[in-house]
């Protein structure tokens, strides 16, 4: 079901009713873009919390374009699922003057590659439902609420005008009227004073005129005519602001008009609200949350609908468990023993058709009336509704083949049996070769790289050069980091020992370090520069047990249809690189 | 006449045609944003220097979305101009996987004004005219010409795809195969082989696959079939990137293929060039280029189309001057006597109103039979086309005013006659009280400050505080800059000699500077960060004569209508704030 701005008041009860009857849930979203730069590129050497903080960094200044949530309902007669998508179109139109006025970022391939999908631009930036994040939503109100408490006490309230932003609370004063300004005014005061003597209109619209304008009439009519009239904000068709003249009779009347504006204005901040209470309802039923390869999706979520991402790796952690306190990632489960061995690619067009054939058996899942009818084929792949649709129905397909694994085997899977439960709260993590997961519930896994070694050398150095240097160890693998650096790991492990009494200092060209003392002089200086935040990375790592299902094999980049994960997450052709051919190059500001 | 990526290479020979012929021409443009962020925000004080970093930085990071050009050719015979206006759509999008990747910035409320005039955001982002900088192209065309000269020379064509962007040429040699592809490599292959034996399809398309693999494959194919086939990239509908094997019998046939090949990357990049060849059209032409508040369209004009900005003033003021020798502000021109007498508001909408009557005289206009009609009402405007239009109406009502008034009038008056001569290669600096113009020609006029003062003070700090320290020198203008500090100007300008010798250390709460010593230590500051572009500020402005016409009154803000004004350039709420509230404020980065 299409929502957007139009429809959102009256469908919100609706899709308050289907997430309350839900078993599960899941989500997709589709944003403007990928990397604000290729600095921000992933590695296949990240660790969970470097990506986190290459995601922070460099996608939160992406908007969301669309967010899909599909609600599945097992209905146990008929061992059917029902499922319903709503698909949400969302933007940040500022809804009022005070309201922040939200710089994004767009990717242009990004951009590109959704106008090929056949996005509809038009819906979000006309139609699409607003939202505020928590920490907006409480400045907006205590901005108010202090508007509405100067009112009361009657102050001050010739400097606030009704609609000039939250700076207005700290403006500096009154405003003496500019020689050039006092003309106008006087004017507007004569043609306010004939509207009173008139008795005839009831309310008189000023000519439009620039802030500073009005702020000086706001100021000047309120001192003198005080009780008299009441002054109102309105915007015209034009977009131009107006500001409104009503007769008031008594001084009971002054304060009915206002106490009336001022709850238009706490319903309109409600309205503000917008697509942020969908996700509000999801974080309350506390429901599981499925998404596919969905660490971009919930980082944007998070930082669009909540609040902003925070600095600290752990404060994410916890923030994203309060937020959505069982999230579960269908590209994990299919990257993992032993959907794995039967799954040849994991994207997630190729992962329904997958799922759709023996061993797995085909979901019933039916849609109701009132909802579009989505066919399983690829038309409306990138359509967040029917992302998270098909997500849902990979993850009922994978969780109901390894309920059949079982002794007994289980004719149904609920979210919370225990074949599902050591895969909630992990994340994905594309194309890290030996870390498993991010685990929002404790540490993450942090595998040994003892046969990874940084390098830095000549910038004419190829990778020949280094194939050379690392001979006597057997063949090795390249992360190139930039022109004169690489993490380079060696497939023979055993040989780890020896590389440094080999290499080190040998020749003066080049500098060579272990993984982990590079990593521990860079985070040093990292924590220095970051003391008041602590980072429990600095602890030593705990192991910890494999996924219990059966031991995880760590997910390696696809050798097929990978171009096609990408595509999911939108057109972008240089993330498509793999290790060897991973060099950084600043984007040109052009 | 709508022009996008369909009819753009069937129209510009049209576009060519009505530049040649043209008197004059107009421009006009819609982009994504106004300012980058509160900080960037314009100031009453701000020199024409301040000015345009405040732009480069604050601004050239939006996108333009539209470019209006609206051609003018006089028809003596009849006295009537001929005008064609082009509304081209532009957009950025990638044409190759070499191609930049242009990651752009948008402000809701810009977004949103836009939205609510209709404006067809689809258009642009899948139907937009792509176009690339001069530098872009050229470094393109190096990179494609390197490529082709590595195929001629055979060195080592195995190292580069033909589609991995400029970076491959800086490839660090071949890649060794992992282990995990060795087995599928080896499958593709063994399907070139069988393709080979059987003689029957002339190319076989090989799976999609990640850019590594392909880069694996090219490199294998090409070291174990050589001359036998040719390999070829394609995209098919899912924007899969595809490699197309072809059968090759010859030596021969194999060059002549890879030379087919290059042509067609190069037309494709000649394609690529775009919008930006109407500019180079435009420049070429040398024709008077007539905006209306034109500051901003020409920084993007320049900073899209032609080259990236340069930090340096004068650099700028050398580029716009080579790109377009002649250029002319209306919004100028309304603002200087005689017009400014005549005309209450030089908003463009209501100064179009104003040239159609009395004592201005309608400019006889007509638009050929296959461009649309313009209605001069208000339903078009805010399209960049129709914007154009009608600032070449307005430039013609007023220039024929001023033909008008001379001695003995003259009933033609062309753009270089000497009644218009003064107005060209000026602009016109919005909301600047007492600097009249922008001088592209030479140095800018200059005036004095001496009865302006830097003044910090602590937070607490009110206006009525800063009224009070300054009542002895009567009424003060106050330009907050932040919390803690602001200008305070003197309407008695023959009391500033006092000041500083009065105020001066009187109290250590405050500091006070005069703005000449402000600056000066603000500049010195400045250039000792880039003594590589050394400012011609920091030379003595030299004195000129006013605009000779007849002397220019400082533009002062307009009582009326600014909005609308800024409309014109997108809704921006902010931005409408006037000297006594101008404060700043970070956007916060929701």
Not at 320 to 336: G, H, Q, R, Y
Request: negative net charge; proline residues 7%; aromatic residues 10%.
């Amino acid at each position: 079901m299409e929502v957007t701005r139009k429809n959102f008041s009256s469908v919100l009860p609706e899709v308050e009713k289907a997430i309350n009857e839900a078993d599960f849930l899941s989500v997709d979203t589709e944003f403007s873009g990928l990397h604000a730069s290729n600095s921000f590129h992933i590695s296949p050497l990240d660790t969970p919390e470097e990506r986190y903080h290459k995601l922070r960094k460099g996608s939160s200044d992406f908007l969301v374009f669309q967010v899909g949530l599909c609600t599945f309902c097992y209905d146990k007669e008929n061992s059917t699922y029902e499922a319903k998508p709503f698909n949400f179109y969302v933007f940040p139109k500022p809804y009022s003057r005070a309201a922040p006025d939200c710089r994004f970022l767009c990717q242009s391939s990004s951009i590109d590659f959704l106008a090929s999908q056949g996005f509809d631009f038009n819906k979000v930036f006309k139609e699409g439902i607003p939202y505020l994040t928590s920490m907006q939503e409480s400045e907006l109100r205590d901005f108010l609420e202090e508007r509405h408490k100067q009112y009361t006490q009657f102050s001050s309230p010739a400097f606030v005008t009704p609609d000039s932003g939250a700076e207005a609370v700290t403006t500096k004063g009154p405003i003496e009227i500019p020689e050039e300004h006092k003309e106008f005014i006087e004017g507007i005061c004569n043609n306010i004073q004939e509207f009173l003597d008139k008795e005839g209109e009831e309310s008189l619209s000023l000519p439009s005129c620039n802030g500073f304008v009005r702020k000086l009439i706001y100021q000047t009519v309120r001192q003198r005519f005080q009780s008299r009239v009441h002054l109102g904000a309105k915007t015209n068709e034009k977009k131009q602001r107006l500001i409104v003249v009503t007769r008031i009779k008594s001084e009971d009347e002054m304060k009915k008009k206002e106490l009336e504006k001022q709850s238009t204005e706490l319903a309109e901040l409600e309205d503000a609200v917008g697509f942020s209470k969908v996700i509000r309802l999801i974080s309350q039923s506390g429901k599981l949350v499925v998404g596919h390869n969905m660490f971009m999706d919930l980082v944007h979520l998070l930082h669009r609908f909540c609040s902003k991402l925070p600095e600290n790796y752990q404060e994410f952690k916890a923030m994203a468990k309060c937020v959505f306190p069982k999230i579960l990632d269908t590209k994990l489960m299919a990257n993992t023993t032993p959907c794995k061995e039967l799954l040849p690619s994991s994207v997630l067009g190729d992962l329904l058709k997958h799922i759709y054939s023996p061993p797995f058996k085909k979901p019933e899942v039916v849609i109701p009336e009132n909802f579009p009818r989505y066919d399983i084929d690829d038309s409306n792949l990138h359509e967040a509704a029917y992302d998270a649709y098909i997500t849902g129905i990979c993850f009922t397909g994978m969780s109901s083949f390894l309920g059949g694994l079982q002794k007994p085997p289980l004719s149904y899977v609920p979210p919370d049996a225990p074949v599902v439960k050591p895969f909630t709260n992990k994340l994905f993590l594309m194309r890290v070769a030996d870390v498993p997961y991010l685990d929002l519930e404790g540490d993450d896994v942090l595998p040994s790289r003892d046969h990874v070694f940084h390098i830095t050398f000549p910038k004419e150095w190829k990778a020949s050069d280094l194939y050379q240097l690392f001979s006597p160890f057997g063949n090795i693998n390249i992360t190139w980091l930039d022109d004169i650096s690489a993490y380079v790991s060696l497939y023979k492990r055993d040989q780890s020992s020896t590389v440094m009494s080999t290499l080190c200092k040998r020749d003066a060209r080049y500098k060579i370090l272990t993984y982990e003392l590079f990593k521990n002089g860079f985070k040093d200086k990292e924590s220095r520069k970051r003391s008041h935040a602590p980072e429990s990375t600095e602890e030593e790592p705990k192991k910890k047990k494999p996924l219990n299902v059966e031991s995880v094999t760590p997910p390696m980049p696809e050798e097929n249809g990978n171009k096609a994960e990408e595509e999911k997450m939108a057109a972008d052709s240089t993330s498509e690189q793999q290790p060897n051919e991973q060099k950084m190059f600043e984007v040109p500001a052009w």
